[in-house]
């Protein structure tokens, strides 16, 4: 019934709970795959560099924070 999920977090509580819901959606309905989506805002052009790099990093080092806590929480997906 439901072969592809995709899931959005942003690091919430609501957001950790839907990954939760998520999971035990995928293993119950046997699903191939489970996509997990983190976004951000638009980061303003007139920072410039190096300010623009440091940005950058900075947002990419949260969102993979956030996904490895999505991830654990959404668990193993057959």
């Not at 942003?10 to 976004?39: T, W, Y």
């Not at 410039?48 to 990419?60: F, K, S």
């Amino acid at each position: 019934m439901f072969a592809k999920i995709l899931l959005a977090v942003d690091g919430s509580a609501h957001a950790l709970h839907a990954a939760k819901l998520a999971g035990d959606l995928a293993r119950a309905m046997n699903s191939e795959k489970v996509r997990v989506v983190v976004a951000y805002s638009n980061i303003p052009s007139y920072l410039g560099e190096p300010n623009m790099q440091a940005v950058i990093d900075a947002r990419l080092l949260e969102a993979n924070e956030i996904l490895d806590a999505a991830l654990r929480v959404l668990g193993k997906i057959p």
